[in-house]
């Protein structure tokens, strides 16, 4: 599964894979405070990236929920990794905002660093707790506005866990740019 989407001179993608195999220049990692292996999203790519990764978190001093911090990439394909905690799922108004701007503050860590391509996981979904079709649709319209004003992201990819999640997303997707219209 792929769908490929244009937002303004950016390619928006959606598929089912691994994000620990992506040839982007940066992947996401759905991290937690302290930047540790964990498990989930992120333990798969501490264990993909090798024990180097782990010792370069540790000098970052953890991260709070909404922010990104950027680390290099180890033995992963991607140059580098940026690290973002999303929020713990609670059912209050700060959640939303909190995972929108763990996708913002992520997409502008890319940008400074002049990252031309990323990939994201469904960054709260998994032990967060976060509902995935309201999770989807945060984080679609986070990285859609952001790349209406940021053309020199070129390839954002949503790399989703399961065919359910895929179609989640994709669903979400299409919503928002009919209501776009």
Same mark, same amino acid.
């Given at each position: =599964? ?6 303004? $001179? ?10 620990? @195999? ?19 999203? !992120? ?11 782990? @010792? ?37 108004? #700060? ?15 890319? !940008?400074?660093?002049?990252?031309? #391509? ?5 960054? #709260?979904?998994?032990? &967060? ?6 999770? !989807? ?8 506005? &952001? ?9 954002? $990819? =949503?790399?989703?866990?399961?065919? @359910? ?6 669903? #979400?997707? @299409? ?5 776009? $219209?």
């Amino acid at each position: =599964m792929n769908t490929q989407y244009r937002i303004n $001179k950016s390619v928006l993608e959606l598929k089912v894979g691994d994000i620990t @195999e992506e040839d982007t220049d940066a992947i996401v990692n759905a991290a937690n405070t302290r930047l540790s292996p964990g498990g989930g999203v !992120s333990g798969a790519i501490h264990r993909a990236a090798g024990p180097g990764l782990w @010792e370069e978190c540790k000098k970052l001093g953890g991260c709070n929920t909404g922010e990104a911090k950027l680390t290099g990439g180890h033995n992963l394909k991607a140059r580098y990794v940026i690290h973002t905690v999303g929020p713990v799922y609670s059912g209050s108004a #700060s959640d939303s905002k909190n995972l929108r701007n763990s996708y913002y503050n992520s997409l502008l860590l890319a !940008s400074s660093h002049n990252i031309k #391509s990323i990939a994201f996981p469904s960054i #709260s979904t998994g032990i &967060f707790g976060y509902p995935a079709k309201d999770a !989807s649709l945060i984080a679609l319209q986070a990285i859609i506005s &952001f790349l209406e004003e940021h053309p020199e992201i070129e390839l954002v $990819k =949503m790399v989703l866990f399961s065919e @359910e999640d895929y179609q989640t997303y994709k669903s #979400s997707l @299409e919503k928002i740019l009919k209501d776009r $219209k």
